[in-house]
């Protein structure tokens, strides 16, 4: 993995340990941008806004295509929906529900739904990328 750090100007007040602490928390993340997968049921997509305040994509309403661009356009409307927060929540419905999900007019049950979520929570274990999974409260 490439280093992402670049230099901090030292007139921005910055302190190194605060610059450390950022960039790991940027190499915490990945192609998900921070959204993770309840690894129990009932299966969300989980976004933490801020320390007290998770978003909360229940996937049993992203059914079918239709249902999932209204979600999508529900989070852009969020003031902190960012491109990457986006783009990360894009990804991670395209990892759990495959690419063949877009623009389709076919219907998950709540049984398939379910299923294609334990897919990704098997898949993300087997693969190490365990930081997309949000173990049960």
């Not at 750090?5 to 940027?26: E, M, N, T, W, Y």
């Not at 998770?54 to 661009?69: F, I, Q, R, V």
């Not at 739904?113 to 173990?135: E, F, M, P, T, W």
């Amino acid at each position: 993995m490439t280093d992402k750090r670049k230099p901090i100007p030292p007139d921005l007040g910055v302190s190194l340990g605060d610059a450390d602490a950022f960039f790991r928390h940027l190499d915490s993340t990945d192609e998900w941008n921070c959204w993770v997968l309840d690894t129990d049921a009932p299966y969300c997509l989980n976004y933490s806004v801020t320390e007290c305040y998770n978003y909360y994509l229940p996937l049993d309403e992203l059914g079918n295509s239709a249902k999932t661009m209204q979600w999508i356009m529900h989070v852009v409307e969020k003031t902190w929906a960012t491109d990457a927060i986006l783009a990360g929540l894009v990804r991670a419905i395209g990892d759990i529900f495959g690419h063949w999900y877009c623009g389709s007019d076919h219907c998950l049950t709540p049984e398939q739904i379910s299923k294609r979520a334990r897919a990704c929570i098997a898949r993300c274990q087997r693969s190490g990328d365990v930081h997309k999974l949000n173990k049960g409260q």
